[in-house]
């Protein structure tokens, strides 16, 4: 199931981006794996200009989390509680069988890179931003952009 007001969770093959993503136009996406019915958002991002290209340079890039990634670790979708350990792995590696690479992306259309630039912001800071996520950094606005964080009003470059 995807996020709200967003499409997928799609497998992160060129194929099925080619016949999911459409539109030349900006946009932003979420990369992550399956849970069972859950998507498990590890990443966001955007493209400013064309969503479908930025999408294929993800195809097959390795997650940060190293050797696996437990739904603990997610900064969306199911926690377990009960029986399972929250220290054991969901899944050996983030994929399976895609070697730790990311195996599924949810994605928005935006009508603008500044509307793309407040959709990420906005994803970044609602699953736990750095520390949720395995994005290293805040997202920076557009280039030549002086937009500002919608969420805390800071450019990020101020950060």
């Keep these: 199931m995807a996020p709200w007001g967003m499409r997928g969770a799609l497998s992160l093959m060129h194929v099925t981006i080619d016949e999911m993503v459409l539109r030349t136009?900006?946009?932003?996406?979420?990369?992550?794996?399956?849970?069972?019915t859950t998507f498990m958002a590890f990443y966001v991002?955007?493209?400013?200009?064309?969503?479908?290209?930025?999408?294929?340079?993800?195809?097959?890039?390795p997650s940060r989390c190293k050797t696996y990634a437990p739904s603990t670790r997610a900064a969306c979708g199911?926690?377990?509680?009960?029986?399972?350990?929250?220290?054991?792995?969901?899944?050996?590696?983030?994929?399976?069988?895609?070697?730790?690479?990311?195996?599924?992306?949810v994605f928005s259309y935006a009508p603008s890179s500044n509307a793309a630039f407040d959709?990420?912001?906005r994803d970044y800071h609602d699953l736990g931003g750095r520390d949720g996520l395995d994005n290293e950094h805040h997202p920076l606005p557009p280039p030549?952009?002086?937009?500002?964080?919608?969420i805390h009003g800071l450019c990020?470059?101020?950060?």
Excluded: K
């Excluded at 199911?78 to 992306?105: E, I, K, N, W």
């Excluded at 030549?144 to 919608?150: A, E, F, K, R, T």
């Design 25 to 36: 136009s900006p946009g932003t996406f979420q990369l992550g794996y399956m849970d069972g």
């Design 144 to 150: 030549g952009s002086l937009w500002h964080c919608v």
């Design 45 to 61: 991002g955007r493209s400013d200009s064309d969503l479908n290209h930025c999408l294929h340079n993800w195809v097959g890039i």
């Design 78 to 105: 199911l926690r377990h509680r009960g029986l399972l350990s929250l220290d054991q792995p969901t899944l050996y590696r983030v994929g399976s069988r895609m070697d730790s690479a990311y195996s599924r992306f």
């Design 119 to 121: 959709n990420e912001c």
């Design 156 to 159: 990020p470059s101020n950060l």
